[in-house]
């Protein structure tokens, strides 16, 4: 009998699937992309004929009817995360949802209790856990290479954008209604995504917000301190309207014999310092960087694994935005 073959469905069709994810879920094994959606026809068929992808659709529930598809990636805004979510759910279809799980803790609780009730799985992509460069960091801390881990230091700044300068017509991404806050709930997840998984649950989260550049409604600067389960505590900064100067993407991880640093969106070499000296890491991503994380999906799916990236992980990241951003 030939094996089971998860066969999608993309809702949404952005710049995210053409690279990041949607050429992986045709390659990785038991895996094919059997429909599209856009709420643009023009748009989903173009990318459906592009792709070699049989059908498109403008409308979410065609999709999810559509008998072929038997689990779905949602690749919309945020805003629309959790009610795609909960019509694939309630259809009996699992889902496979772009970070971050939705636009608020509270939207995430509602993800998961329809998940709970019927019984079908939701994933969130968190891809960089899945990635090479960053499983080498989490060995070696769990490796003892730096000793006990005494504190945790995020720092992320970048110069706005050009189209951030575009009053009358912001990027999606700064506008609360649609993404949940600023790049802050756009980045940030990744980061603490990353943390939890290395270090476990963020227990406690406060944080100080700001609008410093004045070019959007959204929040650009924030500080915050956070407690993770095992009493070991961190901080974080970020900044989206700094000087080009200024940029800066790292995490530090402080041990009682060293310290690691490492970035989370440009991968640059990981740095080790120790009592024997300072060793760089330089450590290859695959091409499309969702594809273990898919790997990871399908596999769960088909009942061979379990995929960590999964809707109470997902909904902790969450709950630790919207504590720093004062939301709950």
């Not at 992309?33 to 643009?40: G, I, L, T």
């Not at 959790?82 to 939207?107: D, H, L, N, R, W």
């Not at 881990?149 to 995020?154: G, H």
């Not at 974080?236 to 009682?256: L, Q, Y």
Request: hydrophobic share 35%.
């Amino acid at each position: 009998m030939n094996e089971k073959i998860i066969k999608w469905g993309f809702i949404g069709c952005g710049e995210a699937t053409k690279k990041k994810s949607g050429p992986a879920f045709s390659k990785v094994e038991n895996s094919q992309v059997v429909a599209v959606m856009s709420r643009d026809l023009n748009k989903s068929k173009e990318y459906a004929l592009e792709r070699g992808i049989p059908r498109w659709y403008d409308d979410a529930m065609r999709l999810i009817e559509d008998k072929e598809v038997n689990a779905v990636y949602i690749a919309t805004p945020p805003s629309s995360h959790s009610t795609y979510a909960i019509m694939s759910m309630k259809a009996g279809k699992p889902v496979y949802i772009e970070k971050p799980m939705a636009v608020t803790y509270e939207e995430c609780t509602r993800i998961n209790r329809i998940s709970e009730e019927t019984g079908v799985p939701c994933f969130v992509a968190y891809y960089r856990r899945y990635l090479p460069y960053f499983k080498k960091v989490k060995e070696l801390i769990n490796k003892g290479t730096i000793g006990k881990i005494i504190n945790v230091q995020v720092r992320f700044a970048q110069p706005p954008r050009d189209l951030d300068y575009n009053r009358n017509n912001l990027p999606w991404r700064v506008q609360e209604d649609i993404s949940g806050g600023g790049y802050f709930y756009d980045l940030a997840p990744h980061q603490i995504d990353l943390m939890q998984e290395m270090f476990g649950c963020i227990l406690q989260a406060h944080g100080y917000k700001s609008n410093r550049g004045g070019l959007y409604e959204a929040e650009d600067t924030l500080s915050a301190c956070f407690k993770f389960d095992s009493g070991l505590v961190g901080s974080g900064s970020w900044c989206f309207v700094a000087h080009e100067s200024a940029k800066e993407d790292s995490i530090e991880v402080i041990g009682d014999k060293g310290m690691i640093s490492f970035s989370v969106f440009t991968y640059d070499p990981i740095i080790i310092h120790t009592e024997t000296g300072t060793q760089e890491l330089v450590i290859d991503n695959p091409e499309h960087v969702q594809q273990p994380l898919i790997q990871a999906v399908v596999d769960h799916l088909l009942g061979k694994s379990v995929c960590s990236c999964n809707k109470e992980s997902a909904t902790m990241v969450n709950w630790v935005m919207d504590k720093i951003l004062g939301k709950i």
